[in-house]
């Protein structure tokens, strides 16, 4: 998990855009696709399904109203005068022309009044019968046939019977059995209670046919009548049969619906049984039809939710684009940037936060710009400086020729005294010009000290006295130029000229620890505790401080000579080569001063080739 | 944008094949069944109208109806004048008309008085054809009958061959029906044509009713003492003049020849009473009318125009159902078995 986030991390992040919003569009819509169809498919079954049962009462009643009518028929045969002394007295009445016309016109009158009938009969118990479109196939008494039974049985109460087979009556017009269904109902003598004789009315099944046909249940539903056998009275053709066991699961309910399989095919049954004819209605529904319903509804989520991705892909491509390609042009530019090419325009069109990224980037690099140009600047002016002090070594120049010429005459007038002088101040301010080089070999720093200390010497004859002691080792070495005269000075005026008597310098220089050391010793007056102290912390104090650099002689403002010698020296040896170097102070009063100078082993000039030193001070 | 393209095909391919498993094949499963020969709709009504709508005759001819019904899987209705009566039939068929039927079969009453109300039901473009009695000067598109005529002729034939070619006659018919009429003519002018010997001595209105038929039956047989033959254009009369002769014992010795065959004339014919009837094709009646209006009604006739423009008739003017004669020998394969 963890190593696949990582992973994705290394995505660009125009393809984890792309993802995120598809994520953020496509799973909301199939989720509310999916709900969408979910609802429908359920609200649909639920509502055809309730549909559909009232449509099959609805069925179930007219069918009732059928029968109704049917059986109010059936009471006013009974209850006509004629038929009842047909009933009473049998066939002989019909010899007689008027009343059998009557009887003829009488039941004519239903089949011009309903079309529906077929035919009507009156049977009387000894099996003579009366109809107008009706008649007995054979001799067989019509008393015997089961119809007959079943109306004794039902004792005055209306019978149906569908599909009345293996009759021995038939109408005129060739109805077959399976055309018609059977009304049958007893008409009782109401005193006795006995049988007197059977009303037959038969229906032609064209009527329900086309009631139930009427009623379409989708596509390739359809409805059919049933007995309360089960029997099948009506049932649509181009139908599979439908298996009639079934039956027990609507005996236990007058209305309601259940889920059968016929044919591998699952059916929605729903059914509405009636009290009045004990038939049920059924509606066979075949699941695809609601299926297809919901199917072409579906089709239509589905449809939708394809635009939708589309739409998502297009969106979450530009979206992601839009956001992901300023980035990328902010990156290359970066990158550019990073390979040196300042100069790269961005266009900073934009205000979002891309683009104040770019504005920011856009200024650094302009900050970045100008302070690389103060530092030319700086650089340029610093060299000016150096060159304009260059110039300003050139003009000592004069000043030695002069005295070289000064030194000549004086030798020529045989003043030797003076013309060593000469030749020492001379050779003072050459070393101190060095040609502008800031080191120097050590000889020419020692002669250069010589020079000094010769002159001094000159001016304090009984009381200066020097020595000067350099290790072999030392003398290829390069120092900075210059320090040791201020040190010299130091001794002289605040230490030497102080004392009684006469007084020794002894300058000593040597290699210790890796680092070159110059002692300049003295036996002069010495310094205070706490003017040591003082001196100590000014020294230490005048260290590096930072980028104030060189530029400020702002030293110990007292006007203290010694500190300004001593600082000047410090500050230089430090400023080039660190803290570990520099001027550290002995003194004890009244017993003399000693100056260690901590200088940096220099094997050549001007350069840094101290590795040895530092080792060896690393090592230390 | 090749990547958002080929993302784009693939969500398109997917939504096809999803469709495609979805819906196209699906659908081709559930179009097996059905669809045999002609079908209709239930929702269309075809609606025969006739009169006397009681009488035993129409119960065949409804029988072909309801079976092409049936069959084209259409729903029809029956409707008619109860009475004999011409105003009576004329506004049940204005009421048939209002309610737009996909067809209409009549048998007019009348050949001339229900001419304007068949007018209306083609004018709005309603199919109407004629069966069993004609309506010669209407609209209607087709008549489907006996050839009435023809059917006078068979019988004069056949009461030529009972007499031997001679005789008083009496015919018993309904003089204002179209049908009838033809019967008659066809009857009286073979008659007169080729049986020189026999005479029709009397022409009479028997109302299509059996107690009026015997009243004037008697009436007849007593006028006319030399009365031989009796021919009867319809049913009811038929049975009516059977009456008669039982009553007046006239059996055999005056031959009748009756129409159609309800029970009451099979019967008679069996049990000798009536010397013949002529049988119509009532059943191929109704159904072929239904036939004829169905196929007008979607339009599976050339040409297709309903309307009467050029004067050509979409369907067959007139179909001959035919006749046969019934007598004692062969009227057993009249009853239904």
């Known amino acids: 998990m963890f190593s696949k986030w990582l992973q994705m991390n290394n995505w660009p992040i125009r393809d984890k855009l792309i993802i995120h919003f598809l994520l953020i569009s496509i799973i909301p819509s199939l989720c509310i696709t999916l709900f969408i169809s979910w609802t429908i498919s359920n609200i649909l079954e639920k509502q055809s399904n309730t549909h ?10 007219s069918l009732d109203a059928q029968a109704g009518s049917i059986q109010n028929i059936s009471y006013f045969i009974s209850m006509n005068q004629d038929v009842q002394r047909f009933l009473d007295e049998g066939a002989e009445l019909l010899q007689e022309d008027q009343e059998r016309y009557r009887l003829h016109s009488f039941l004519q009158g239903f089949s011009t009044l309903y079309s529906e009938i077929a035919g009507i009969a009156v049977v009387r118990f000894d099996g003579q019968y009366l109809s107008n479109d009706m008649y007995a196939r054979s001799e067989r008494n019509l008393t015997e046939e089961y119809w007959y039974h079943e109306a004794i049985a ?11 087979e293996n009759r021995n009556i038939t109408t005129h017009v060739n109805y077959k059995d399976s ?7 007893a008409i009782q003598d109401p005193e006795t209670g006995n049988t007197k004789g059977v009303v037959l009315i038969d229906l032609k099944l064209r009527v329900i046919a086309e009631m139930l046909n009427d009623v379409k249940l989708g596509k390739n539903g359809y409805l059919l009548v049933v007995d309360e056998k089960g029997d099948p009275i009506y049932e649509p053709p181009h139908t599979y049969s439908f298996v009639p066991s079934h039956h027990e699961e609507w005996k236990k309910q007058t209305s309601g619906s259940f889920n059968l399989e016929v044919n591998q095919e699952n059916h929605h049954i729903l059914y509405h049984t009636s009290t009045f004819t004990n038939w049920t209605t059924v509606g066979v529904f075949p699941m695809r039809d609601t299926l297809q319903a919901i199917k072409d509804t579906n089709k239509y989520l589905v449809l939708f939710f394809f635009l939708l991705c589309v739409i998502g892909m297009t969106a979450s491509v530009y979206l992601s684009t839009s956001i992901s390609k300023p980035i990328a042009r902010l990156a290359s530019m970066m990158r550019k940037v990073e390979e040196g090419n300042m100069n790269i325009p961005f266009l900073a069109d934009r205000k979002d936060e891309v683009g104040m990224l770019g504005n920011s980037f856009q200024k650094m690099i302009l900050q970045i710009k100008r302070l690389l140009k103060q530092v030319e600047e700086e650089q340029y002016k610093k060299r000016e400086a150096e060159l304009r002090s ?15 010429t000064i030194q000549w005459l004086t030798r020529k007038e045989g003043a030797h005294e003076a013309t060593e002088m000469v030749g020492a101040l001379s050779k003072l301010f050459r070393i101190g010009l060095s040609k502008g080089n800031e080191v120097i070999p050590l000889v020419d720093e020692i002669d250069h000290i010589k020079s000094y200390l010769f002159i001094q010497k000159t001016r304090y004859k009984e009381k200066l006295n020097y020595t000067i002691d350099v290790d072999d080792t030392c003398l290829r070495l390069y120092v900075m130029k210059i320090i040791l005269q201020p040190i010299v000075e130091n001794a002289i005026y605040h230490g030497i000229k102080e004392r009684r008597g006469m007084g020794n310098i002894h300058i000593q220089v040597k290699k210790s620890h890796g680092f070159l050391k110059i002692m300049i010793e003295d036996d002069g007056k010495g310094i205070t505790e706490e003017r040591l102290l003082s001196l100590r912390k000014s020294l230490e104090s005048s260290t ?14 007292g006007g203290e000579f010694v500190g300004y010698g001593l600082r000047n020296v410090q500050e230089r040896i430090r400023l080039s080569y660190g803290d570990l170097y520099g001027i550290s102070i002995e003194s004890s009063l009244n017993k003399g001063t000693i100056v260690t100078i901590t200088h940096p082993i220099l094997n050549q000039r001007g350069s840094e080739q101290i590795e040895g030193s530092i080792e060896g001070h690393i090592s230390r | 944008m090749k990547k958002l393209l080929s993302l784009y095909l693939v969500v398109i391919l997917v939504a096809f094949t999803f469709f495609y498993i979805m819906f196209i094949k699906g ?11 002609l079908q209709g709709s239930i929702d269309e009504k075809y609606v025969m109208v006739n009169f006397l709508t009681g009488i035993d005759y129409w119960k065949n001819v409804l029988k072909g109806f309801e079976d092409a019904a049936a069959l084209l899987g259409v729903s029809i209705e029956y409707k008619g004048s109860t009475q004999y009566d011409v105003q009576e039939q004329i506004i049940v068929l204005e009421q048939v008309i209002a309610r737009k039927p996909a067809g209409i079969a009549i048998s007019s009453m009348d050949p001339e008085a229900l001419n304007e109300a068949i007018n209306k039901a083609v004018d709005a473009g309603i199919p109407v054809v004629m069966f069993d009695a004609d309506a010669p000067n209407s609209k209607a598109y087709s008549y489907i009958g006996t050839n009435n005529f023809e059917a006078g002729v068979t019988a004069a034939h056949k009461m030529a061959q009972l007499l031997n070619g001679n005789g008083e006659i009496a015919i018993i018919t309904l003089p204002n029906q179209h049908n009838h009429k033809e019967r008659t003519e066809g009857f009286v002018t073979t008659v007169k044509e080729q049986y020189k010997q026999m005479s029709i001595i009397a022409i009479g209105d028997g109302k299509g009713d059996l107690w009026t038929s015997e009243q004037l039956t008697l009436q007849y047989i007593e006028q006319y003492p030399n009365l031989k033959g009796v021919f009867v254009t319809e049913a009811n009369g038929g049975i009516g003049v059977g009456h008669a002769l039982i009553s007046e014992q006239k059996v055999g010795e005056l031959k009748v020849i009756g129409f159609d065959t309800d029970k009451g004339t099979l019967d008679m014919v069996k049990s000798g009473v009536l010397s013949a009837t002529i049988v119509q094709g009532t ?38 159902t035919g006749v046969s004669v019934v007598t004692q020998e062969n009227v057993e394969h009249f009853y239904i078995k």
Do not use: C
């Open chain 1, 52 to 61: 559909l049962i009232q449509l099959i009462g609805n069925v179930s009643k």
């Open chain 1, 154 to 164: 039902a004792r005055g109460i209306y019978k149906m019977i569908g599909h009345p």
């Open chain 1, 179 to 185: 055309e018609i269904v059977s009304v049958v109902r």
């Open chain 1, 390 to 404: 260059l110039q300003a070594h050139i003009q000592p120049h004069f000043l030695y020729n002069t005295l070289d």
């Open chain 1, 544 to 557: 590096i401080d930072d980028n104030t650099v060189i530029s400020t002689p702002k030293l110990s403002k």
């Open chain 2, 27 to 37: 659908d081709e499963s559930s179009q097996i069944e059905r669809e045999i020969g």
């Open chain 2, 283 to 320: 059943w191929n009646m109704g159904y072929w009318s239904l036939m004829h209006l169905f196929h007008l009604n979607h339009q599976l006739v050339e040409p297709i125009s309903i309307q009467d423009s050029t004067g050509v008739s979409p369907l067959p003017t007139y179909v001959d």
